[in-house]
């Protein structure tokens, strides 16, 4: 288990998020390569804006041949008005999209 190293900060891809560049910086909180998991706290950026904490988490499930990615948002909205992020979570299965599809040209 390896806990809570500073990352860059990441920019969204702009086509890919209400067309609008995003910029978040995090932390990873935890990688338990046991449990093929990853977690990142966002500490700045335009999230926080909207959300008072903002965690996410990416897991990938091996069975055999078969691989699920779960991706979860753990989040506290600054006021009721704010949306959740559904923009963000297409972004995210996307991303998860085209990996698939880069590992399996390979």
Request: charge should be negative; glycine fraction near 4%; aromatic fraction near 8%.
């Amino acid at each position: 288990m390896f806990n809570r190293a500073r990352s860059q900060s990441s920019e969204f891809f702009p086509e890919r998020c209400d067309g609008k560049k995003k910029v978040a910086k995090e932390i990873i909180e935890a990688i338990d390569e046991e449990k093929k998991l990853v977690t990142f706290k966002v500490i700045e950026g335009d999230l926080m804006e909207l959300y008072k904490t903002f965690i996410a988490t990416v897991h990938v499930d091996t069975q055999g041949e078969s691989n699920v990615v779960t991706w979860t948002f753990e989040y506290e909205k600054l006021n009721e008005n704010v949306e959740d992020p559904n923009t963000l979570m297409g972004m995210c299965i996307n991303m998860t999209k085209d990996i698939e599809a880069h590992h399996l040209q390979q």
